[in-house]
């Protein structure tokens, strides 16, 4: 039994059909979880129905053993689990320090220190912190919309395509940055087009196709997976 | 002294009234765009939402005063501020709960929002009409003037006098203090930060735990201050005539949109652009030009571009006129 898990979760928009079907995702604390597959696969909607966004028609979502299926997306916010959308993950016309007291919203001590870490962690949002974030470059945004979801301590992290937009350098520092929340325990699901090298710092990851699990294993075995490697990685 | 005479005329003339119509507008300009910021609609009910604030007023100072009770050299309106506020708020927050809320939990687009809007107009007004009725009435007591034209002349020495009525610098005082009470709030506390996040990227808001029933909430209720205390300080200021109300709403409108709508610092700007733009073309300059010009060039015609009468075009025109070459506003700034 993992941390947090998603079990056979089936779900669609309103009464459409089905988007993802029988859809199995977990992660424990301190691990990374990729999930890949094409446009259009589910992905994102897997998230948000981690997240309550979506109801499940069957299947359901745990953390730490509890069911939290019937949870508000608020109160899954508030049992720790965060979550950075693929669009719009920032307020644009708040300025840096707002974003990230925004992201602590539900929290009520003293938040000096907590910005503290987050500008550690991310030294070029100090120098900005006051600026309006719409005017920030994508990949500072993209650390904005982190340190925003890293602000409740979260011990489950859902990350919609971080590093959408950035050039290959940000990418590897914010996949630094991701390993490193990693290692204050908390648990990690990524949706990644950057199939390669999402999965060389994952420990485990998972292929949707179509709403439904395809392949799943570790980062390595993914890598080497031949069909994986054909239909995916592009190589 | 015939330059200190042309200076006095156009502050008495033009400057005053137009820097305190302007902060009247200004009110409600911000109404206007905090509701279209966080509740997402052109609320068409503003004018009349502010008539009816300012009826409880007019119906609390009458009583006041059978009661021999008054507020001094002030106008006996202000003390019944807070009662007016709060019926104001208790309406607003009726209606929406009964109305609006409705639409919103559908996710309604704003059209259908803003069409509904003009059905509460129409019930507001009628409830305005049962309740007060729609004739003219004046409210106003206390001390009416704090510089008298003739006073100003005998200190002076000039021609011209300058009138400083109580109601405009009680109009320009009040506003100052509303206006930056609630930028204060809006930019330094959680709540008006989590107002502005809301406005900003609903979604998000959400996700980050940020409770809409609160936001609209408190929304309402600084609307319903904005709305009622601007309602006030117009009809000291004038009269208080329902239909004039409703006729407001054109140059409140025209001043959000100037001021790009969404954005309460704009909606403050352009509140006093309406009302300044609204006076220079109305004005009738000729006696201002007799004072400047040596006696061969004096004019001879009002040198008034557009009669007062058509102080609704100007309103008008500027809208369409932003609209159609700066839609997203003339100011710089955050929305809210
Ligand atoms: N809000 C929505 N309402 C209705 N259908 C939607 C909505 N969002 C997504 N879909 C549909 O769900 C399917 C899966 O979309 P989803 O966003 O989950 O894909 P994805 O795997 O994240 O793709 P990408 O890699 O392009 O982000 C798509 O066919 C899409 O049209
Ligand atoms: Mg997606």
Redesign the pocket.
């Known amino acids: 039994m993992a941390f947090f898990e998603g079990n056979n979760m089936t779900a669609g ?1 309103g009464n ?1 059909p089905d ?1 993802i079907s029988s859809c199995t995702l977990n992660a424990n604390k301190g691990e990374i979880v990729a999930i890949l ?1 094409p ?7 897997a998230m948000k129905s981690l997240l309550g966004l979506l109801n499940l028609k069957s299947g359901n979502v745990k953390m730490d053993g509890e069911d939290i299926s019937k949870f508000s997306p608020q109160d899954r916010v508030r049992k720790g689990i965060s979550f950075v959308p ?1 669009t719009k993950n920032v307020f644009s016309e708040l300025t840096v320090n707002e974003n990230l007291k925004i992201g602590a919203f539900l929290r009520d001590e003293n938040l000096e220190n907590v910005i503290k870490e987050i500008f550690e962690l991310f030294p070029v949002l100090f120098d900005k912190k006051n600026q309006v974030v719409g005017e920030l470059s994508g990949g500072q945004r993209q650390q904005v919309a982190l340190g925003r979801a890293l602000m409740i301590k979260p011990s489950v992290l859902m990350l919609d395509e971080p590093t959408a937009g950035v050039s290959p350098i940000v990418m590897d520092e914010l996949f630094d940055h991701i390993v490193k929340i990693k290692k204050n325990n908390v648990a990690i699901i990524m ?1 990644e ?1 950057n199939a390669k090298q999402a999965l060389s710092i994952s420990d485990r990851g998972y292929v949707l196709v179509t709403g439904k699990n395809k392949f799943e294993g570790s980062g390595k075995d993914l890598l080497n997976d031949p069909e994986v490697r054909r239909s995916f990685l592009g190589a | 002294m015939d330059f200190l005479n042309a200076i006095i005329l156009l502050l008495n003339f033009t400057i005053l009234p137009a820097l305190t119509y302007g902060s009247q507008l200004a009110l409600g300009a911000i109404f206007v765009t905090l509701i279209y910021g966080v509740l997402r609609f052109a609320n068409f009910a503003t004018g009349d939402m502010m008539s009816f604030g300012t009826m409880f007023a007019v119906i609390l100072t009458y009583y006041l005063q059978s009661l021999g009770i008054n507020f001094g050299m002030l106008p006996t309106a202000l003390l019944t501020i807070p009662f007016a506020v709060f019926m104001m708020i208790f309406y607003m927050l009726t209606v929406d709960k009964f109305v609006f809320g409705y639409y919103r939990l559908k996710k309604s687009p704003p059209v259908q929002l803003a069409m509904v809007s003009v059905g509460v107009m129409f019930v507001t007004q009628a409830i305005i009409r049962i309740i007060i009725g729609p004739s003219d009435r004046r409210f106003l007591d206390g001390e009416k003037f704090i510089l008298k034209a003739r006073e100003f002349k005998e200190i002076t020495g000039l021609n011209e006098g300058l009138t400083i009525k109580s109601t405009q610098i009680i109009t320009i005082f009040v506003t100052i203090i509303v206006v930056s009470t609630m930028f204060w709030f809006l930019n330094k506390t959680k709540t008006g930060t989590s107002m502005r996040a809301y406005s900003d990227n609903e979604d998000l808001a959400l996700l980050s735990g940020i409770d809409p029933k609160k936001v609209v909430l408190i929304t309402w209720i600084i609307a319903g201050i904005l709305a009622t205390i601007g309602g006030i300080l117009y009809g000291l200021d004038k009269s208080y005539r329902p239909f004039v109300y409703f006729n407001n709403m054109l140059p409140i409108f025209a001043a959000a949109i100037v001021g790009g709508i969404g954005n309460p610092y704009g909606a403050f700007l352009g509140g006093y652009v309406i009302a300044f733009a609204e006076i220079f073309l109305t004005y009738a300059y000729k006696k201002f030009f007799m004072y400047i010009l040596p006696e061969s060039l004096e004019p001879t015609s009002l040198v008034q571009l557009l009669s007062t009468d058509y102080k609704f075009a100007i309103s008008f025109s500027i809208l369409v006129i932003v609209l159609l070459f700066r839609p997203s506003g003339i100011f710089e700034g955050k929305k809210i």
Not at chain 1, 39 to 45: D, E, I, L, V, W
Request: net charge positive.
């Open positions: 928009y459409g988007i597959g446009n259009g696969a589910g992905k994102s909607t693929q949706v087009q």
